[in-house]
């Protein structure tokens, strides 16, 4: 049998054995911090710590096994690898960053297709620099990794030849792997022991996700639907608005500094309401999404049906069911949604039974845009105002209103126009208002303060609208769709969002506070007394007694 050579400086053990030591540790410890790093909250950034990774213990050990049992890997093999090496970096990074900018964990199935979308919002008012920077990143990142991944997986595959260095790296495998069964066992594991979470029970997680989607199971798993009855009674002959406030959380009312520099914003809602003639009752309900996602907070509402991600909505949207959109049809209101952030075809209108959709392009606005937004949503309610409230006689209104003002990063925030006529012109502020509105970037480190303006805006806007249609007789519930990201609330946030039903109609006031722990006056109060979904039939006891049709 011929000598096996050793290519390169790294078969060079006898003549420098310190630098092949130091490259091979070098070389593991490289590839165990890039699946163990955790997120620097609240930004894109990643720290770097001495957790020990499960997967780099695995490479490392058969590494060791394939020398051994077969005289080593080959190039081909090894490239391969490093690519692997880099799938399991990205879920890595994603694993730990997504829940630490969007409050919640991602699936790659549901969840991949909506991130061109939510990469050109956030490009649209990021600074150039920093567009810049990220697309260089995306590109030159990867790259970069694999290199270094190559380049470690090769100095440990390398390495292996000597059998020194082959013992050590068995030996060291398996005592990794050993610690971290022994921990959930109920072995005493010295604490300065930490492991991380592996990265490939992720991908396995979105496999077995693909295999219950295309298993049918989960149809059968959405159950059977809820019953749906009240004669509306309370609210008959009132126009109803549904209006879902974007990235409206409970973290506005439970975090003291952003309650407190909301004061003067909510005595005037309060004044709005109380000088119309009309009293509110407020709560807290459980979303079923976080930091984004707002159309199943929507579905949930309006289907009664627990809907927590994108398959669950496909496949309700599927069936034919009833919502709280065909109650009112069915007694007689015209079903209107407003959708002003809908710039694409909607077929979900035809489920849920709406009369007609205003989106983007029905609303026809032609003044200033604000960041990602053209549209605002000031004018979006007056545009509709116009075209289907103002008018007398007609059959009493369903309004389904999903704001987007109010959407991340939240800045440049429309002023509020006070005169509601002038927002449907071309030129419906001031100069002087514009260019202060335009002058607002986002902080990236700080979106607390822009998410207080725009809080301030919604608020303005549902206020003035109360006083613009001071006379008439509604009833307006405002819903928070779901809490802002993770970058406003921070780390272990509830779901919580606010309700507040505002009427005329002291009987349905009455029957949410005495029947449905809602609580009189604009501030809610923990605990929740429902999730969004379980929301529905508190709605619909409220609207009218629940022998109707």
Known sequence: MGTEQTPGWLGAMDRMPAARWVGLVAALVLL????????????????????????????????VLVRRWRGGPSRVALRWL?????????????????????????????DVRHMPNVGAMFAFVADPWLKVAVVAGVVLVP????????WALGSVAEATHDPRARRALGLVAAGVLLLSIARPLGARVPEAIRF?????????RELGELAYEMSGAGVRDLGPPPVMRSDLSRVGGADVFLIFLESYGAVSWD????????????????????????????????????????????????????????????????????????????????????????????????????????NHARLDYHGPSFGWWDVNDQFAL??????????????????????????????????YQP????????????????????????????????YLEALDYAFATVGGY??????????????????PPALVTGAGASWDVPVHVIATRGALLDRLVRDHRFVKGLEPRHPVVARMDTLLPILLDAFGDRGGP
């Open 466 to 483: 109360l006083r613009l249609r001071a006379d008439r007789d509604l009833v307006m519930i405002l819903v928070g769709d779901h809490q």
């Open 255 to 358: 975090r003291a500094e952003f309650a407190g520099a909301l004061v003067a914003t909510r005595a005037r809602l309060e004044a709005d309401i109380g000088e119309t003639g009309r009293a509110v009752a407020s709560a807290f309900v459980e979303s079923t999404t976080f930091g984004g996602e707002s159309w199943l907070a929507h579905i949930s509402l309006l289907s009664g049906t627990e809907v927590r991600d994108q398959g669950t909505n496909v496949r309700l949207m599927a069936q034919e069911r009833d919502t709280l959109v065909t109650v009112f049809g069915r007694h007689g209101y015209r079903t209107i949604a407003i959708m002003p952030g809908l710039l694409v075809g909607w077929p979900e209108g035809v489920y849920y039974g709406f009369d007609e959709i205003y």
């Open 382 to 415: 007056a545009r509709v105002d116009a075209l289907e409230i103002a008018s007398q006689p007609r059959p009493p209104a369903f309004v389904f209103f999903t704001t987007i003002t109010t959407h991340a990063p939240f800045v440049p925030t429309p002023p």
């Open 32 to 63: 165990n911090v890039s699946l163990t790093f955790t997120n620097i909250w609240p930004t894109l950034g990643i720290r770097l710590n001495a957790d020990l990774s499960v997967e780099t213990a695995l490479c490392v050990l058969g590494l």
């Open 419 to 450: 005169d509601w006529a002038r927002v449907l012109t071309s030129t419906p502020y001031d100069a002087e208002a514009l260019d202060r509105a335009w002058s607002a970037w986002p902080d990236w480190m700080n979106l607390g303060p822009s």
């Open 143 to 150: 790259v970069l990794f694999y290199v270094i991944a190559r």
């Open 196 to 204: 991380a979470d592996p990265v490939a029970p992720a991908y396995a």
């Open 82 to 110: 490093a690519g692997l090496w880099i799938l399991l970096v990205v879920g890595r990074y994603a694993e730990v960053t997504v829940p630490s900018l969007y409050g919640r964990d991602i699936n790659l199935y549901w």
